[in-house]
């Protein structure tokens, strides 16, 4: 089973930056891609940017393009997002999940809310 654990949230004023990693662990940690995901209150989940594993092709929404940057270590169990020039519109818990069935290109894991693999999220408050 792969398990995947969030960590790096927190209260950041508008402008302020904040580095989220997701550990991955679990049998073979097999996966092609990781996402991160945020649900803002009220609102529904959707995907803010994702990484393939193999060759580190990338995806960005519109709305964190520029600001937000994902990333891996070399051993590729670890992917963080390092999220700049935060915004009150940023707030949610932001959730790391993966792709274990090969969904191609990026951008089409990345719109999809299918996965089986969540971790348990972690809160990102960006307020004055």
């Known amino acids: 089973q792969l398990e995947l654990v969030e960590s790096g949230g927190g209260f950041v004023q508008p402008g302020g930056s904040l580095r989220l990693s997701c550990a991955v662990s679990?049998?073979?940690?097999?996966?092609?891609?990781i996402g991160w995901f945020r649900q803002a209150p009220g609102k529904e989940r959707e995907g803010v940017s994702c990484i393939t594993k193999t060759d580190g092709m990338t995806y960005y929404a519109d709305s964190v393009k520029g600001r937000f940057t994902i990333s891996t270590d070399n051993d590729k169990n670890t992917v963080h997002l390092r999220a700049n020039g935060l915004k009150p519109d940023d707030t949610g818990v932001y959730y790391c999940v993966a792709d274990v069935s090969g969904i191609s290109p990026i951008q089409e894991f990345c719109h999809s809310l299918e996965s089986d693999f969540w971790g348990q999220g972690t809160q990102v408050t960006v307020s004055s």
């Open positions: 679990g049998i073979a940690r097999h996966y092609y891609a």
